[in-house]
T-cell receptor, first 112, second 113 residues
Framework: ELKVEQNPLFLSMQEGKNYTIYCNYS?????LYWYRQDPGKSLESLFV?????AVKQEGRLMASLDTKARLSTLHITAAVHDLSATYFC????????????FGAGTILRVKS | DGGITQSPKYLFRKEGQNVTLSCEQN?????MYWYRQDPGQGLRLIYY???????QKGDIAEGYSVSREKKESFPLTVTSAQKNPTAFYLC????????????FGPGTRLTVT
C-alpha cells in the first residue's frame, strides 16, 4: 500500500523562527507537490517538484525533493503569522497513472 | 478568468436522500477528480476521469457515482448508500498527462442529518 507520511502533524512556532516539515513516501516517484490550505478553504498550489534534487523557493518557503531517499522537505525561514495554514504534500506515483496520494497534512500555527 | 467552480458552497440534506454536487472547469483540462476531506485529515480520492465518457474509481468510491458527458463538467452524486456522507468535497482538474499539477475548486461542504 502506498503511504505518504508527513511530520510533524502539528507545528506551533514563534514568529522569526525556522523549521522544516518532512514528507516521506513509500513508492517510486519523481513528482511531488506541496499545497497550502487555509481553514474552510480550498487547496492552493505552492510548489511542483518534478525531478531528483529539485529545489524551489517562494518567499519564506523552500521545497526540495530527494527521490532516492523518497523524501521531500518544506523549509520555513523566519516564520510570520500569515504562514499559518495546513500544508499538504502529494505524491504522483509512477504506477498509478495521473493520481495523487496526499499526506495527512501539517497544521502550522505561527505565534506572534 | 479560467478556473474551477463548485456549487453549492454549503449543502444540507436529510439522510436517505441522494444529492448531486456540481463541478465545472474552463481550463480546457482533460482530467478531473473528486476528493473527500474529513476534519483534520488529508484528501482521499473518490473518482477521477481522464477523458470524456470515461471515469475510474478512486480509493473510496462506494456510495458515490459520477458522470463525464462534457469535458468541462464532472458532477458527483452522493447516494443514500454512502454511510457517512458529511464531509468537505473538493473537485480538481489537470492536464491529462501526469507531471501536471492539479488545480482545485473552492469546495462544497455537505452536511447530512
Amino acid at each position: 500500500e502506498l503511504k505518504v507520511e508527513q511530520n510533524p502533524l502539528f507545528l506551533s512556532m514563534q514568529e522569526g523562527k525556522n523549521y522544516t516539515i518532512y514528507c516521506n513516501y513509500s513508492t517510486t516517484s519523481d513528482r511531488l507537490y506541496w499545497y497550502r490550505q487555509d481553514p474552510g478553504k480550498s487547496l492552493e498550489s505552492l510548489f511542483v517538484l518534478l525531478s531528483n534534487g529539485a529545489v524551489k523557493q517562494e518567499g519564506r518557503l523552500m521545497a526540495s525533493l530527494d527521490t532516492k531517499a523518497r523524501l521531500s522537505t518544506l523549509h520555513i525561514t523566519a516564520a510570520v503569522h500569515d504562514l499559518s495554514a495546513t500544508y499538504f504534500c502529494a505524491v504522483d506515483p509512477l504506477e498509478y497513472g495521473n493520481k495523487l496520494v496526499f499526506g495527512a497534512g501539517t497544521i502550522l500555527r505561527v505565534k506572534s | 478568468d479560467g478556473g474551477i467552480t463548485q456549487s453549492p458552497k454549503y449543502l444540507f440534506r436529510k439522510e436517505g436522500q441522494n444529492v448531486t454536487l456540481s463541478c465545472e472547469q474552463n481550463l480546457n483540462h482533460d482530467a478531473m477528480y473528486w476528493y473527500r476531506q474529513d476534519p483534520g485529515q488529508g484528501l482521499r480520492l473518490i473518482y477521477y476521469s481522464q477523458i470524456v465518457n470515461d471515469f475510474q474509481k478512486g480509493d473510496i468510491a462506494e456510495g458515490y457515482s459520477v458522470s463525464r458527458e462534457k469535458k468541462e463538467s464532472f458532477p458527483l452524486t452522493v447516494t443514500s448508500a454512502q454511510k457517512n456522507p458529511t464531509a468537505f468535497y473538493l473537485c480538481a482538474s489537470s492536464r491529462a498527462r501526469s507531471s501536471y499539477e492539479q488545480y482545485f475548486g473552492p469546495g462544497t461542504r455537505l452536511t447530512v442529518t
